[in-house]
Structure formats: C-alpha cells, structure tokens
C-alpha cells in the first residue's frame, strides 16, 4: 500500500459497549463509540453551548484520560432510561449512574435518545461495489457471482483501501461501531502474493482505522471452486477464484499468522464454505484460531445448489461419526 492512513476519525465515545472488535454484538465493556452510533438531537457541553451538528468531545491519545458524558436519555438494555451520566475511561466503560437529573459539571451533554454501538457481524466490504449492477433486470445467483468476479478481479491494495473507508465510514454513520470483516480477496492477479501477502488485509485494516470503527479482520480460507463428482474430491479454484486462494490450509495459516491486531483490530479466522475447503483441511482453520483465542467464523454455504445431495450426505454422516 502507498497509502499512509492517519489515526481513526471518530471523535469519542458514542456509547458503545464492546471489548473489542467483535463478530457480534456488541455486549463487553468497551466504549469507543462513534458519532453515529447514537440518535441524538444535539450534542453540546454542560453548559449548553451547542455549537451546531453532533460533535462529541474528543478523547485524548491514548485514551488514557475519563470523560463524562450526560445523556437525556439511554437505552440500558431493557429500557429508556432519563438522565443517565456514563463515565469513561481509557477507552472503556468505567460507570453507568442513572437519576442524575442535571448534568455534571465539565460533562458533554447529549440530548435525544443514545444506543449501544451496533456490530455488523458479516460484512463482504468490496461488495459495496455491486450497487447499482446488479438489481436492474432479471438474473440468479450465478450472474450476481460472474459480477462480483469482475469487481474483485479490478482491485487492488489503493482501490481496496478507498472502497472499504467509504463503506466503513457509512457504517459508523448508521451506528456501527465494530465489524466482522470476512475477508478472502488476498492475492493479486492470477493469485500471485503481493510483496506484502497480506496488503489486502491490511487495506482493511487501515481503512477500518482512518473511518474511525472497530475491525475483526476474519482472514477467510478459501481453497476451492466446490465439489467434484465424489464428496472427497474438490475441484481447483477457476480464474476468479485464484485471487483468493492459498492452494493450502497450512498456506493460509501461514500468511494469515503473519497478521497484527492492535487496540483498533482483531484478527480472527473464517472457514468460507464447506465447499471451498475441503473437509481434511477444515481442522487446520480451527486449530489456527483455538491455537491464539481468536474468533472462528463460517460462511456455511451461498446456496443449496453449491452442496450437492452427495456432499451434504457425506457431511452428516461424518457428524454423526
């Protein structure tokens, strides 16, 4: 990538209620919220000096100093709750105080109604791209995937990084503050490594970081085009699919365990299907991710014409096994 990202965009807290990036939702104690995860009328300090559209007070590097927010209303849970002060530190969550019926002094103030930070649990980012091309006329499943094969086909690290801020940005903006990215565009053209064989990766990444959200980067396995004539047999991934493709599980935890998270990033793994990775080679995903407590992810299948009446009888047998 030649693209230098600064730090994350977001301002401070929204109430989020995370720990982290997360497949989810959002359920820990986690604050990191951003200015769209709440439906507030106004924000403005304690001593109400609005100074126009939702601002909220920014949280110094670091995250290391507590900040108070007073909210006119919240949603706890279970209920609205009035006049509730949510006090965070570093980051997180360090109090909740319901009746305090004015604003404490040096609080921001949020008016309106505040929610939880949501978490988009499955997100395909370059999808994004499809908007407007394919929901015009009739077509099935395969002329939507023969579309989507030609967008993953055009992009690259830059591009990547690009379409992802904007879709990241527009989740913040709904009131997303954390997402599962499943992500299996690894490779360039013809599946060939970039230098960095995780560019892509880390497009998201950066992306994810510049739009001011949180990112569970699901590094997703996907070895194979679907089954072959017999449950056991895989066929080779097609012209489209090689960008994706590490040939190997042993490949894919290889480049995969290359990968960093940081105080914005999880990184976690993905299965995408039972037919693009073959049963013997399923095992090696789990391990990966129980062998570093990461998340395990599975994209179980596109469709019932992907899975075979053979194949989802072998499956069951096997489980019954």
């Known amino acids: 990538m030649t693209k230098k990202p600064t730090t994350g965009s977001t301002t401070g807290p929204t109430m989020g209620s995370t720990t982290g990036p997360t497949t989810g939702s959002e359920t820990g104690s986690t604050a990191r919220p951003a200015t769209g995860s709440a439906r507030q009328s106004s924000t403005e300090s304690a001593t109400e000096s609005a100074t126009g559209p939702m601002e909220l007070a920014a949280e110094p590097a670091g995250r290391s100093a507590a900040v108070t927010y007073w909210l006119s209303h919240a949603w706890l849970g279970t209920h609205v709750e009035p006049d509730v002060v949510l006090e965070v530190s570093a980051g997180r969550i360090a109090g909740v105080r319901t009746g305090v019926e004015a604003p404490p002094r040096g ?13 988009n649990a499955h997100s395909h980012a370059f999808h994004r ?100 004539r017999r449950p056991s047999q895989y066929q080779q991934p097609d012209r489209h699919q090689l960008r994706f493709s590490d040939t190997t599980a042993d490949a894919w ?6 990968l960093k998270g940081d105080e914005n990033t999880l990184i976690g793994a993905a299965v995408h299907s039972v037919r693009a990775v073959p049963a013997d080679q399923l095992a090696t995903v789990a391990q990966w991710a129980e062998q570093r407590h990461a998340p395990l992810h599975v994209h179980l299948s596109e469709q019932t014409a992907v899975m075979p009446a053979s194949a989802i009888s072998a499956y069951t047998a096997r489980a019954r096994s």
């Open 253 to 258: 935890a290889e480049r995969a365990g290359l």
């Open 129 to 228: 791209a499809l908007r407007s091309t394919v929901q015009v006329g009739s077509g099935t499943f395969w002329t939507w995937r023969e579309t989507m094969y030609q967008i993953a086909s055009r992009l690259t690290p830059d591009t990547y990084y690009d379409l992802a801020r904007a879709v990241y940005a527009e989740m913040a903006l709904a009131g997303i503050t954390a997402v599962g990215e499943f992500h299996y565009l690894h490779h360039g053209p013809g599946g060939v490594p970039y230098d960095n064989p995780n560019a892509m990766g880390e497009a998201l990444i950066a992306a994810a970081r510049e739009a001011g959200i949180r990112i569970t980067l699901l590094d997703t396995a996907y070895l194979a085009a679907g089954f072959g």
């Open 107 to 119: 609080a921001t103030v949020l008016r309106g109604l505040t929610l939880p930070g949501l978490a």
